[in-house]
């Protein structure tokens, strides 16, 4: 989401992991400083990463929303009179199939249910559906808030809308439902953007940081953080790469795939947490 700043941004389960960002134009609110501790000491885990692969990604991808779904990846970027919807090939990079939103709306978040693919936009209220496999436009929705991640858990879309708060809203009738507190400890962690439901947990990328927050959609706690400082390397840093966003898993091969916002790289990661002090 969000006009881009051009912030150049510098994560073992059995997960990979690849991921992709989206940022807002407003000053945001202070959000937690999560410090690297260990389990024991009683604050949140702390997980950081190794690389296990990466791919060649659109360095003119202002990344919104990342799926990858039955051996396709589906992206959402963002910026006005540039936003659009995608079908890319993870291991070329090349785009197979490319849907271009409209001037106005600045493209957010992203999720494939189903037989459809539904996109959010930034300050306009107003949601999209598409055809899945055509892209064929179906029709639009309105949201009362900012629209910035977009997941769903199976049963009902998830959004957030950079506000420490998740909103449920219903795929048939696309109304809210409920909501969800964000908090770390006793904490409201606030810029929740790029969502993704991995194995019963939501994961967030929390906007102009390089963290993740994996997130319990039952009491809305943060069980542990992911910290993917350093991921993209100095020598990527030859164009205006942004922020951290995106993130996408792969369910039958059980990888985890994050990349940002005009980043060259998209990447496969497993996570590890740091040694016990």
């Given at each position: 989401?969000?006009?881009?700043l051009?912030?150049t941004?510098?994560?073992?389960?059995t997960?990979?992991?690849?991921?992709?960002?989206?940022?807002?134009?407003?000053?945001?609110?202070?959000?937690?400083d999560?410090p690297?501790?260990?389990?024991?000491?009683?604050?949140?885990?702390?997980?950081?990463?190794?690389?296990?692969?990466?791919?060649?990604?659109?360095?003119?991808?202002?990344?919104?929303?990342?799926?990858?779904?039955?051996?396709?990846?589906?992206e959402?970027?963002?910026?006005?009179?540039?936003?659009?919807?995608?079908?890319?090939?993870l291991?070329?990079?090349?785009?197979?199939?490319?849907?271009?939103?409209?001037?106005?709306?600045?493209?957010?978040?992203?999720?494939?249910?189903?037989?459809?693919?539904?996109?959010?936009?930034?300050?306009?209220?107003?949601?999209?559906?598409?055809?899945?496999?055509?892209?064929?436009?179906?029709?639009?929705?309105?949201?009362?808030?900012?629209?910035?991640g977009l997941?769903?858990?199976?049963?009902?879309?998830?959004?957030?809308?950079?506000?420490?708060?998740l909103?449920?809203i219903?795929?048939?009738?696309?109304?809210?439902?409920?909501?969800?507190?964000?908090?770390?400890?006793?904490?409201a962690?606030t810029?929740?953007?790029?969502?993704?439901?991995?194995?019963?947990?939501?994961y967030?990328n929390?906007?102009?940081?390089?963290?993740?927050?994996?997130?319990?959609?039952?009491?809305?706690?943060v069980?542990?953080?992911?910290?993917l400082?350093?991921?993209?390397?100095t020598?990527?840093?030859q164009?205006?790469?942004d922020?951290?966003?995106?993130?996408?898993?792969?369910?039958?091969?059980?990888?985890?795939?994050?990349?940002?916002?005009?980043?060259?790289?998209?990447?496969?990661?497993?996570?590890?947490?740091?040694?016990?002090?």
């Amino acid at each position: 989401m969000k006009n881009s700043l051009l912030l150049t941004c510098t994560g073992f389960l059995t997960l990979s992991i690849v991921f992709f960002t989206t940022c807002t134009a407003e000053a945001p609110s202070p959000i937690i400083d999560q410090p690297e501790s260990s389990p024991e000491s009683g604050a949140t885990p702390v997980y950081t990463y190794n690389i296990i692969a990466s791919y060649y990604h659109d360095p003119n991808a202002f990344t919104q929303g990342l799926v990858y779904d039955e051996g396709i990846l589906y992206e959402g970027t963002g910026r006005y009179g540039q936003s659009s919807l995608r079908k890319v090939n993870l291991e070329s990079g090349e785009i197979l199939q490319i849907h271009e939103l409209p001037d106005e709306y600045f493209g957010e978040g992203i999720t494939v249910f189903q037989d459809k693919v539904f996109q959010l936009t930034w300050k306009s209220n107003t949601g999209f559906i598409y055809d899945r496999e055509s892209f064929q436009f179906i029709r639009d929705f309105f949201y009362p808030t900012e629209g910035w991640g977009l997941t769903h858990d199976g049963i009902y879309l998830i959004m957030s809308d950079g506000t420490p708060r998740l909103h449920y809203i219903n795929p048939d009738t696309l109304e809210i439902v409920r909501h969800i507190e964000v908090f770390d400890k006793e904490t409201a962690v606030t810029r929740l953007n790029e969502l993704e439901y991995i194995n019963g947990e939501i994961y967030a990328n929390v906007w102009q940081t390089d963290k993740i927050a994996r997130i319990s959609p039952e009491t809305g706690m943060v069980v542990s953080w992911i910290d993917l400082t350093g991921l993209l390397d100095t020598t990527d840093y030859q164009g205006d790469v942004d922020v951290l966003n995106g993130i996408a898993y792969d369910t039958g091969n059980d990888r985890l795939l994050v990349t940002g916002k005009l980043w060259p790289r998209i990447f496969v990661i497993e996570l590890k947490l740091p040694p016990a002090s």
